[in-house]
C-alpha cells in the first residue's frame, strides 16, 4: 500500500491545457483519478474519465473492499486540506476547486447538478482547427463523411455536430428538425434534419448512441451552429457505452484532412460546371455556397455531401 502524503501530482494534472477529448491522440499524461489520489504509481485513464464504465476502477474497487488498500476518495481525505480537490477538477471537467462533502459525492449538490446541467451544456471552446481552403477542421475530432462530428468529453459523454463545411456550403440554417432525449442515434443513418426555407435534408449520424441532452439554444438560434459549429453550435450529447467503439470506424485528424481537401474538390468541379473554371490563385470559397449560387441545387448538394 502506497503511503498517503500530499502529492505532487495533484496540482499538475489537474490543468485545463489538454482537453478530455485529445486522449489517446496524443503523448499528454491523462493521469487516473487512483494515480491522482496516491493509491497507484502509474496509472493513464484510457477510457475517457468514465469512472462507471472503466473495468481498471472496477477492479481497483474490488481490491479496496477486500482490504488490499485504500479507496481513491480514503487516500484522498487522508491529503492536506488544500490538496483535497474536487473529483470533476481532479479529471478537468470543471474548474479548481477542493471537495466540501468528504469525498461523498451522492450527497453533494454541486456533483449532482454537475451531472445533470452543467458538464453537458459546456461546448468545447475554444478549438483548436486546421484550415483547408478557407474550411475549418477542428482538431481532436471524429469526423463522419456526412460532414458530422463526434467529440468525446469526461465522463464517456459524446458530443456531436455538424463540421464548418456543412454550414458554408449550404448556408446558414433557418432551423433544424432534433429528436428528443432518449431517442436512438445509428451511425450512417439518418439521426436529424436541417432546413433552408423550402429546403430539407437529413443529416446521418457519425455514431450510435442515445441522445442524453439536446442543445436547445440551436432550436431558436440556429445560427449559433453555423457561427460555432464546434463550440456552443453543438447539436447533442449522446450515451454509448462502448466509447471507442463507437467513433473507431470515423476519421481522425490525419485522415480527415484528406477527406476534406477531397470533397472540397468535388465542390469545386460542381462549380465549374456552372460558372467555368475557377480561380487558381489560391482563393477560397464564399461562406454560403449554396446561396450565391442555387443552381448548384439544394438536393444535389445534400445528396452528395450529407
Not at 4 to 33: D, F, H
Not at 54 to 78: F, P
Not at 142 to 164: E, K, P
Not at 244 to 271: C, H, P, Q, R, Y
Amino acid at each position: 500500500m502506497m503511503t498517503n502524503t500530499a502529492s505532487p501530482i495533484l496540482k499538475k494534472n489537474v490543468s485545463k491545457t489538454s482537453p478530455v477529448w485529445e486522449i489517446g491522440k496524443n503523448n499528454t499524461p491523462r493521469p487516473c483519478i487512483w494515480m491522482q489520489a496516491g493509491v497507484t504509481a502509474k496509472k493513464n485513464c484510457s477510457h475517457y474519465y468514465d469512472c462507471t464504465g472503466c473495468k481498471y476502477d472496477a477492479a481497483m474497487e474490488k481490491a479496496a473492499a477486500a482490504g488490499k488498500h485504500l479507496t481513491w476518495q480514503e487516500s484522498m481525505r487522508r491529503q492536506p486540506g488544500s490538496q483535497r480537490l474536487c473529483r470533476h477538477a481532479m479529471t478537468g471537467r470543471a474548474d479548481i476547486r477542493t471537495c466540501p462533502m468528504n469525498y461523498n459525492c451522492n450527497r453533494c449538490a454541486f456533483d449532482q447538478v454537475f451531472e445533470d446541467m452543467l458538464a453537458p451544456s459546456r461546448g468545447h471552446e475554444p478549438v483548436k482547427t486546421t484550415q483547408v481552403k478557407g474550411f475549418d477542421l477542428a482538431g481532436g475530432y471524429y469526423f463522419h463523411s456526412g460532414h458530422t462530428w463526434a467529440a468525446i468529453d469526461s465522463g464517456g459523454v459524446i458530443r456531436l455536430g455538424m463540421d464548418d463545411f456543412s454550414f458554408k456550403v449550404l448556408g446558414g440554417p433557418d432551423g433544424f428538425d432534433l429528436p428528443l432525449v432518449g431517442q436512438e442515434l445509428n451511425q450512417a443513418r439518418a439521426g436529424w434534419g436541417i432546413r433552408r426555407k423550402d429546403n430539407q435534408a437529413d443529416v446521418r449520424s457519425p455514431v450510435n448512441g442515445v441522445i442524453t441532452r439536446v442543445n436547445e439554444t440551436v432550436r431558436t438560434r440556429p445560427d449559433l451552429s453555423q457561427d460555432h459549429p464546434y463550440g456552443d453550435g453543438w447539436l447533442f450529447t449522446v450515451h454509448n457505452a462502448d466509447i471507442k467503439g463507437a467513433v473507431k470506424d470515423l476519421m481522425d485528424d490525419e485522415t480527415s484532412i484528406t477527406w476534406l481537401d477531397n470533397d472540397i474538390t468535388s465542390l469545386e468541379k460542381m462549380i465549374e460546371e456552372i460558372t467555368g473554371p475557377l480561380a487558381t490563385d489560391g482563393g477560397v470559397l464564399q461562406r454560403d455556397v449554396f446561396g450565391g449560387l442555387p443552381a448548384l441545387g439544394w438536393d444535389r448538394l445534400t445528396r452528395t455531401f450529407l
